[in-house]
């Protein structure tokens, strides 16, 4: 694995790393501005992945597709980030704290509705990564280079549309609710 995947890997780890702590000082710790500021810090992952993936094309390095993925990372990360904290948050309520109920899951039209909005997100982290990726394209200069970012905007832009697909398909057959037994 080269130094980028690993740089992607890293920044994984870290970004959950601060979500955790930022959530743990928050809620048990009762210390809510330090939990905000550790929270925070996740797009400086990002931030950073950004340089380290600009610095090793710069030096020379020829795209990977871990370098493509870093920008997906990216894009990723800047549309869904608030959502995954979110998310992060009322997990830890419910099954640390067990102070909010389990939250409903969706059927229906309402399940539709959310689905597109997700979509929607999707679309956002697709438009950061393709400028990431044109950007980077342009700053090298060398369409040689940076070859493997056509392919990867190919490729993300075919999971685009299936999943554009699969998320139409909930409006035509929306999920039904499921009845425990």
């Known amino acids: 694995m080269n130094g980028i995947a690993w740089a992607i890997v890293i920044c994984e780890i870290l970004f959950w790393l601060f979500i955790v702590s930022g959530l743990i000082v928050r809620y048990i710790g009762k210390r809510e501005k330090l939990g905000f500021i550790l929270l925070a810090m996740t797009p400086l992952v990002d931030l950073a992945l950004l340089v380290l993936t600009g610095f090793d094309l710069y030096r020379g390095s020829t795209a990977t597709m871990a370098h493509g993925i870093a920008a997906i990372y990216i894009g990723v990360s800047v549309a869904y980030g608030k959502s995954m904290i979110r998310w992060a948050d009322d997990q830890f309520c419910f099954y640390i704290l067990k102070s909010r109920k389990k939250p409903a899951k969706k059927t229906g039209m309402a399940f539709a509705k959310q689905d597109f909005l997700n979509w929607i997100r999707h679309l956002f982290a697709f438009l950061i ?39 139409l398909s909930y409006f035509i057959w929306p999920r039904p609710a499921r009845h425990s037994a």
């Open 129 to 167: 990564g393709a400028g990431l990726l044109l950007g980077l394209t342009i700053w090298v200069g060398n369409a040689d280079r940076t070859e493997a970012f056509q392919q990867i905007l190919c490729v993300w832009a075919i999971v685009l549309g299936i999943d554009l697909l699969i998320t």
